[in-house]
């Protein structure tokens, strides 16, 4: 066992690098451009040598490192291994073994939603939880799923794609998937703004949100903001939208029975005005030992990845 460990976070602007000891304190992050272009080919160059020059710069023993963890927006296989990953213009990349061999340290890839829920679990709002379920709702509905401390990421890579469960099925218009009725239609932060967007245009009471609406700045931040003083538009807006996350939540937890039900992304800054509004609706539809489950908001915020990240290549 190393004194030392990397946890990186690959986003499709910048690359967060964390460098924690094994007990899980961050000792230094930075972070480095994301550069996509000729399909990306730089990435996990670019990523090996900041991590070779921060090894150099703090004058580290490559025997001390227990490894580097990497997070990726796509889905990830057991291997470490990427079949796409369109924000980074990748086609298959075996992720794990190429970071390993550009380091020379053992290395471990996973999908960016399920590292974050690692971080969470590990060092987050549900420290000390060895099952937990987080939903991230930022510009689509992410999710990340712990079992036993550890990620769990399906067959195809895809376990935790929770934005991606079918709610609705009277919907016309089609989510960025190709399906019709997905979670991230109502619950992400542009499912939100569009909600209310359908419900303020023909909204007949008085609203702050009309102005928002007339301004074409009506997007869940106004949404939340109003709802806190009470409007009554926001008020059906938000009902709604907790009332299908709730719903949504409470069948996964019947499939996973978590310890902690976790919430992040830009939409959960929010609050507690969220988790109270989603705690009622997922109490109506919960299965009643699942019931008592904790649903709480996420404390790493955009530290969350290179913290799951760095937890991934420590064995239990």
Known sequence: MGMYCFG???GGTTVKCGL???DGTLVEKWEIPTRTENEGSSILPDVAQTIKQKIEEMGLDMANIDGVGIGIPGPVNEKGEVPVAVNLHWSF???ASELAALTGLPAKAGNDANVAALGEAWKGAAAGSRSVLMLTLGTGVGGGVIVDGKIVSGAHGSAGEVGHAHVNREETIACNCGNFGCLEQYCSATGIARLARERVKDYAGETVLKQFYEDGTLD????FDAYKDEDPAAIEIVEKAA?????????FCAVLDPETIVIGGGVSRAGKVLTDIIQKAYVKYAFTPCKTTPIVIASLGNNAGIYGAARMVLND
């Open 20 to 22: 924690f000891t094994t």
């Open 93 to 95: 990349k075996a992720v």
């Open 243 to 251: 009332d299908i996350l709730g719903n949504a939540v409470a069948v």
């Open 8 to 10: 990186i976070d690959v």
């Open 220 to 223: 869940a931040k106004a949404v």
